[in-house]
C-alpha cells in the first residue's frame, strides 16, 4: 500500500473515532443534565452598599444542593460585561455546598441594579441572583 492511501486511511478511522468519542459525551452529558436536582441559595440579592469608584466590589452566593442528583451549573449569565461571575465547573453531590462568586467593576458613578442568571439542572433551568448598589463619585466621601 502507498503512504497516501495508508494516510487516507489512518486520517479516516480517526476521524471516525473522534466523531463517535464526540457523539458519546454529549449524550452522556445530556442525560446527566436531564437528572432534575434542587439548589437552595441562601440569598438572592446581594446589596454592595456604597462603593469607591473603580475599586472592585464582589458579592458571593452560598448555595447548597438540596436534591437528590449531582447539580451542574452549566453557565452563569450577566446583565453586562460590568459583572464578573465565577462558579464551580464541576458537579455538586447532593447535600453539598458551592459557592457562585459575582465582581462588579464599579467603573462607572451611580445606583447599579445588576441580574445574573445561573442556567443548570434545576426543574426551572436557572435561578436568577441581583448584585446592587452604588458607585460614589471620587468627592462624595
Not at 12 to 31: A, F, G, H, K, N
Not at 51 to 77: C, H, M, W
Amino acid at each position: 500500500m502507498n503512504k497516501k492511501l495508508s494516510f487516507f486511511i489512518i486520517s479516516v478511522i480517526s476521524s471516525l473515532l473522534l466523531l463517535s468519542w464526540v457523539y458519546v459525551s454529549r449524550e452522556s452529558y445530556s442525560v446527566f443534565m436531564s437528572k432534575k436536582t434542587q439548589m437552595n441559595i441562601e440569598k438572592t440579592v446581594i446589596n454592595l452598599g456604597q462603593l469607591d469608584r473603580n475599586k472592585p466590589q464582589s458579592a458571593i452566593y452560598p448555595f447548597t444542593n438540596t436534591g437528590k442528583n449531582p447539580l451542574i451549573i452549566q453557565q452563569v449569565e450577566t446583565s453586562c460585561g460590568c459583572t464578573q461571575p465565577e462558579w464551580p465547573k464541576h458537579p455538586i453531590k447532593p447535600g453539598k455546598k458551592g459557592h457562585i462568586k459575582v465582581t462588579y467593576d464599579a467603573k462607572y458613578p451611580g445606583r447599579f441594579v445588576k441580574r445574573i442568571k445561573v442556567f443548570c439542572n434545576i426543574e426551572k433551568g436557572y435561578e436568577e441572583l441581583v448584585v446592587k448598589g452604588e458607585v460614589l463619585y471620587e468627592d462624595n466621601r
